[in-house]
């Protein structure tokens, strides 16, 4: 059955588009695996002509881990762990429309989303999505080992608060004003990926705050750096949605930008994003050798 699947890169730093497989159908436990390596290897992972129903895009999610409630965003009616991606004709902001990594001001954030188009505009709305591996790699052995040594706080407070963009502007989203309710939560400013062993940076210009320990304006002159560094082009690539295609991307080694340039048009779409197995459990299902990818 896995033998089935066709891969084919679509960029040098990142993504792979997979054909022969129907993401709605219940899939075998080699499928599973055989998606999982693909995408911790691609970093994201892209089907077309797809059609699942919220049940089994929740069914098909929860094979890769427990799936996320937003502690912020409300959930579909009936299907909480679904978040509907709506942007109205009349709507300005669009939700995830700057470079980000999904959840990262969670004390365990997710380790990805499984993103799925039901209606697009005639033009325009694609996603972008950087390596945040390669951002690694390309950086000299000096700034690595400086960047080893330190770990960045991140939390939903800009984001998600009165004055945020999540928050205002928008009609066909239930998004919660997160003032006064949101923690700040400190990782590691360079991750290894628990699957691959792959360094990658940590940070991202939606939910970083400030380098644990130093000051707001220190912060800034290196992240300022490391935000410029970590979208150049050549380590990113962009996936142009059509009805019924599905994105699933790595939040531990991937940022993404939802283009906004569709005004007066309608996109909708559905996401599961995947929180990590709890502290031991789902460990070995996690484990993949280097050997398979
Ligand atoms: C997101 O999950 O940030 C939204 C991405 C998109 O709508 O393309």
Known sequence: MAQA???????????AEISGVNLGQELSDGVITALRQALVQHQVIFFRDQQMTPAQQVAFGARFGP??????????AGQPEIMEIIKEPQDKVNFGGGWHSDMSFLERPAIGSILYALEIPE????TLFASQAAAYD????????TLATLSAVHSASREYSAAGQSTQKRSSMSVAEADGMVGEY??????TH????????????????????WSKRESKALLDFLFEHSRYEA????????????????NRSVWHFALNDYPGQRRH?????????????????????????
């Open 235 to 250: 380590f990113t690539c962009r996936f142009a949605w059509a009805k019924g295609s599905v994105a699933f991307w790595d």
């Open 67 to 76: 799936l996320n409630i937003h502690p912020y965003v409300a959930g579909m």
């Open 269 to 293: 779409m559905r996401r599961v994003t995947v929180d990590p197995w709890p502290e031991g459990a789902g460990a070995a299902a996690e484990r993949v050798s280097e050997a398979a990818l």
């Open 5 to 15: 699947l066709k891969i084919r890169r679509v960029a040098g730093a990142l993504g």
């Open 123 to 126: 033009y325009g709305g694609d």
């Open 186 to 191: 400190v990782h590691p400013l360079v991750l």
């Open 138 to 145: 390309a950086l000299s052995p000096g700034l690595k080992q």
């Open 194 to 213: 628990p699957e691959s062993g792959r360094k990658a940076l940590y940070v991202n210009p939606a939910f970083t705050l400030r380098i644990e320990g």
